[in-house]
Nanobody, 126 residues
Framework: QVQLVESGGGLVQAGGSLRLSCAASGRTLSSSAMGWFRQAPGNEREIVAA????????YYTDSVKGRFTISRDSAKNTVYLQMNSLKPEDTAVYFC???????????????????WGQGTQVTVSS
C-alpha cells in the first residue's frame, strides 16, 4: 500500500506560481511512475504531468508545457509540481498518483495508476 498526501494548493492570481507536493509513505517510489492529474467541475480527470522515478523521463500535456515542471526527491519520497504563469483555466483539484509496473516512460492514463491522493484545490483568479 502507498499513501499519498498532496499539499501546496491555494488561491493565486493569474500569472502567479504555486508548487504542489506529494509525499508518499508505505512503499518506496523508486520503482514507480508518478503522475499529477487535475479535475475541474464537470470535466473528466486529465493528466497534467508524469515522471518515471528511476530514469527521470517526463511527460507534460500540451497546455502546461513550458509552464509546469515535475520533479522528484528520492530522499524525501516526494514528487513536486512547480506551476508558473498560472492561468484561470488551470483551476481544478490536483491529484497525485503512483503507478507500479510501468515501463521506460510514465503512463498517461488514469487507469494505469494504482494509488491516488485526496487532491488539493488550485484556484487561479483572473
Amino acid at each position: 500500500q502507498v499513501q499519498l498526501v498532496e499539499s501546496g494548493g491555494g488561491l493565486v492570481q493569474a500569472g502567479g506560481s504555486l508548487r504542489l507536493s506529494c509525499a508518499a509513505s508505505g512503499r518506496t517510489l523508486s520503482s514507480s511512475a508518478m503522475g499529477w492529474f487535475r479535475q475541474a467541475p464537470g470535466n473528466e480527470r486529465e493528466i497534467v504531468a508524469a515522471i518515471t522515478w528511476r530514469n527521470g523521463n517526463t511527460y507534460y500535456t500540451d497546455s502546461v508545457k513550458g509552464r509546469f515542471t515535475i520533479s522528484r526527491d528520492s530522499a524525501k519520497n516526494t514528487v513536486y509540481l512547480q506551476m508558473n504563469s498560472l492561468k484561470p483555466e488551470d483551476t481544478a483539484v490536483y491529484f497525485c498518483a503512483a503507478s507500479y509496473g510501468s515501463g521506460w516512460n510514465p503512463p498517461r492514463v488514469t487507469r494505469s495508476y494504482d494509488y491516488w491522493g485526496q487532491g488539493t484545490q488550485v484556484t487561479v483568479s483572473s
